[in-house]
């Protein structure tokens, strides 16, 4: 067990559609990172929060936002779905946002229809 | 931007054999940090090890070791004593120990059976 919390663990809505991804990071842990793995693309960078402020920011599509919370809890938002995006998406969490390893959630499974 | 490159998509080991993963990158930066991570069918990403650019010496877990050859841009895992538990997608991951930006580079993975 990582620590780190995702809900819901599989998700199926429809093109067009809103859905809202959930992360809790490990215990003291301040940094949180998303990531999209898809099985044509392997693992992408999605974004990077530290202490509630984007830190850093990868292959994330307009359609997407994230945000941290006060709470230090995470989430990412993905809007207009496409077919395309049906995929694995991980939250990982660090205690800063150095080289300290990353503990990764078991990842919500987005299924678009 | 820097690239991780894991040139074997799968590769296979006998049980209690050794097995090498290998892993190249392309960065110009002097100062980062490797890792390798392990993704079993339960899916969960595990970090295997992890070794800073700066230092020389390889790191190692107990069955697990890498090769660091920083001039060649290699990264390679060997898992010695192969077991069935071993079975999943290996991935090595990239990370800059400068700036702002922290972000984590991965390579495409390699599937690792592991034959009893």
């Known amino acids: 067990d990582s620590g780190v919390t995702q809900t819901p663990k599989h998700l199926i809505t429809a093109t067009g559609q809103r859905v809202t991804l959930r992360c809790s990071p490990r215990?003291?842990?301040?940094?949180v990172y998303w990531y999209q793995q898809s099985l044509d693309q392997g693992l992408q960078f999605l974004i990077q929060?530290?202490?509630?402020?984007?830190?850093a920011k990868g292959n994330i599509l307009e359609r997407f936002s994230a945000q941290q919370f006060p709470d230090l809890h995470s989430e990412l938002n993905l809007s207009s779905l496409e077919l395309g995006d049906s995929a694995l998406y991980f939250c990982?969490?660090?205690?800063?946002?150095?080289?300290?390893?990353?503990?990764f959630g078991d990842g919500t499974r987005l299924s678009i229809l | 931007a820097q690239t991780v490159t894991q040139s074997q998509p799968e590769m296979s080991v006998q049980e209690a054999e050794t097995v090498t993963l290998s892993c190249t990158y392309d960065?110009?930066?002097?100062?980062?940090?490797l890792f390798w991570y392990k993704q079993p069918p339960s899916r969960q990403m595990i970090l295997v090890i992890r070794?800073?650019?700066?230092?020389?010496q390889n790191a190692t877990e107990n069955r697990f070791s890498v090769n660091f050859q920083k001039a060649a841009k290699s990264f390679s895992l060997k898992i010695s004593d192969s077991q069935l538990g071993d079975a999943a997608m290996y991935f090595c991951?990239?990370?800059?120990?400068?700036?702002?930006?922290?972000?984590?580079?991965f390579g495409t993975g390699t599937s690792l059976t592991v034959i009893p």
């Open positions: 990982a969490s660090s205690v800063l946002p150095g080289g300290q390893p990353q503990h």
């Open positions: 070794q800073e650019a700066y230092k020389q």
């Open positions: 960065t110009s930066e002097s100062d980062y940090y």
């Open positions: 929060y530290y202490n509630g402020e984007e830190r």
């Open positions: 991951a990239y990370r800059s120990a400068i700036g702002a930006g922290n972000q984590f580079y």
């Open positions: 215990s003291g842990d301040l940094s």
